[in-house]
């Protein structure tokens, strides 16, 4: 299957800082990617789809201002968590798909997930 | 609202078979995704029905009933590298890119 990887895979900041983070797709172009989270023991919850060369597009109850996406190429997207609290802490998670083609049963390719500890 | 539940928590044997059960109500449909996630690893893809039936893939079978709201996840045979939460997922039936994922069951295989 496609790779997707996220980086860094651990990071642990300061209350009020911004903290940004990495999807890259390997080895395919992904024009749309997406952006999870994951409390514990919860399960994923989707904060936002991630265009190439547009703006993305948020799921209702997600802050645009304190989650800042940006998909510059085909095979990468960041999220930057602005101001970042101990409540942002989490596992974050970014997906991507192979192809647009509708109808089809492509899956969603996962990256690793990148903890984020807000101290 | 987008619904789907799945039990928290199960055990099993190794070796046994273990089925996990997913209901869901969703204002549309177009597939229904499982996917198995090991503790701080990204989710890896298991199965995928869209039709009525039973899916079968080596040791892992997805069944899925449409007009019941209703699948599940069959594992056999299983081996203690099986332990993980799997996540029952739907797709929106009109946004192709939106999933709704279910909590999770985490599996407990014992010896």
């Known amino acids: 299957g496609a790779v997707v990887s996220q980086h860094p895979s651990r990071v642990i900041c300061k209350s009020g800082t911004s903290v940004k983070i990495e999807c890259r797709s390997l080895?395919?172009?992904?024009?749309?990617m997406f952006w999870y989270r994951q409390f514990p023991k919860k399960s994923l919850m989707l904060m936002a789809t991630?265009?190439?060369?547009?703006?993305?597009?948020?799921e209702q109850g997600v802050e645009k201002d304190k989650f800042l996406i940006n998909h510059a190429s085909l095979t990468l997207s960041t999220l930057t968590v602005t101001s970042a609290h101990p409540e942002d802490s989490s596992f974050y998670i970014c997906s991507a798909r192979e192809s647009e083609t509708s109808g089809s049963d492509n899956e969603q390719f996962f990256g690793p997930g990148t903890r984020l500890t807000v101290l | 609202g987008q619904n789907i539940d799945q039990p928290t928590e199960m055990t099993a044997t190794e070796g046994a078979i273990v089925q996990i059960n997913c209901t869901y109500q969703t204002s549309g449909f177009n597939g229904l995704f499982w996917y198995q996630q090991h503790a701080g690893e990204a989710p890896t893809f298991l199965s995928y029905n869209v039709l009525d039936g039973l899916e079968e893939k080596g040791r892992f079978s997805s069944f899925l009933s449409r007009s019941k709201g209703y699948s599940y996840l069959l594992l056999k045979e299983l081996q203690m590298k099986d332990s993980a939460s799997y996540l029952c997922a739907v797709r929106d039936g009109d946004n192709f890119n939106k999933f709704y994922f279910g909590s999770g069951t985490k599996l407990n295989v014992k010896p």
């Open positions: 991630s265009n190439e060369g547009s703006k993305a597009t948020y």
């Open positions: 080895d395919f172009q992904a024009t749309t």
